[in-house]
């Protein structure tokens, strides 16, 4: 019986998660699996990635064959490496604790560049909401400038019609008095 190491699809639509399984290499995509090894969650950046190492060393040097994106993912969290440096320890070019000592490393390594990268998006976040922000605020000031500038505008017409205004009125009272001045010449 044939072993793949595959990724075994579940989640809705347009959201896939996927389970990491050993199965049968004639089951269905999304049917019997052997043992699941792991979880992947391509819908997060850094995609997350949780899986047995041991379990899936175990099953690689038992002739399981990763499909494609499954060799991907075993490969990025290390289990190729440490299938690697098992096999050295069984020829005797290492010792078990020197293997553990260099999968360490490159686990702490791997784990350090990680970090950075969900630092760096984190960063990159922050400064387009700044950014944002800041555009946002620009938009504010010429708005405001923009009502200031409308509102003086509607002053000095105001202030322009009340002269006039005042001409009128004087020239009504004018009338009025020069009707009275008459009323009382008579």
Known sequence: MPVRIRLQRHGRKGKPFYWIVAADSRAKRDGKFLEKLGTYNPNTNPAQIELDVDGSVKWLQNGAQPSETAKRILSYKGVLLKKHLLGGVTKGALTQEQAEAKFEAWLEEKTGKVSEKSEGLAKAKEEA?????????????????????????????????????EVEAAAEAGEESAEENKEAAE
């Open 129 to 165: 909401k700044a950014k944002a922000l800041e555009a946002e605020k620009e938009i504010s000031e010429k708005r405001k400038a923009e009502a200031a500038q409308t509102e003086t505008a509607e002053e000095e017409v105001a202030e322009e019609a009340a002269p006039e205004a």
